[in-house]
């Protein structure tokens, strides 16, 4: 069975592994970076970009969750999980993980707008999909071999690039599975490319 790891530092995580199991996988909640060889694949969820930055340095995740990405095992950033991935961050100095050629913005839809929700039609994923906003960041710009998978009032909320993917939304707050599905085949994928 495929092994999916949620990392659990902070944020929405149990929502996560039972999405991840009613997508076919098995959810593993991830508190040490030994744990990342038992998986083949690995969401970043949502919480405080910050506040998990600060958790990956203190239990010194930082060049294991990098080497992951780097080995080709693919990685899912909801919400602070996409602002980990970014090559750059509008106003820090520097950015997190760097795996994903891309600009973003933190909570980019205002204080008015902390938490709404939207029907979106994601490319590959659904034509309808209940997107879940809670002080959600977006994607300003994105790398050529960056793929848009959605956007919502003219900003970039969902994207692929490669093996990594993102939403600025929480796809695990709904009863709606696609968009961890279409993770977990990605997944499956990548498991038959890296065993060739």
């Known amino acids: 069975m495929i092994k999916i790891g949620v990392l ?25 970076k030994e744990q990342l060889e038992e998986i083949d694949g690995l969401i970043l969820p949502g919480g405080e970009s910050t506040t998990i930055r600060r958790l990956i340095d203190k239990y010194d995740f930082f060049d294991a969750l990098v080497a992951f990405g780097k080995q080709g095992k693919p990685i899912f950033g909801t919400c602070a ?24 913005e933190r909570n980019a839809f205002g204080r008015q707008k902390e938490s709404f929700e939207a029907e979106l039609p ?41 093996h990594f993917l993102c939403s600025a939304f929480h796809p695990e707050l709904t009863d709606d599975h696609r968009m961890t599905a279409y993770f977990v085949t990605m997944v499956e994928e990548s498991m038959k490319e890296l065993a060739s």
Do not use: T
């Open 122 to 162: 994601i490319k590959g994923v659904a034509d309808d999909f209940n997107a879940v906003f809670i002080r959600a960041p977006f994607i300003r710009e994105v790398g050529e071999d960056v793929e848009v998978l959605a956007v919502y009032d003219e900003a970039i909320v969902a994207a692929r690039q490669g």
């Open 8 to 32: 659990g530092l902070q944020g929405a995580v149990r929502e996560h592994v039972d999405s991840i199991q009613a997508s076919g996988a098995e959810g593993i909640i991830i508190k040490k």
């Open 81 to 104: 999980g996409l602002i980990l991935l970014a090559g750059e961050v509008v106003g820090q100095e520097k950015a997190h993980l760097q795996l994903m050629d891309m600009k973003v």
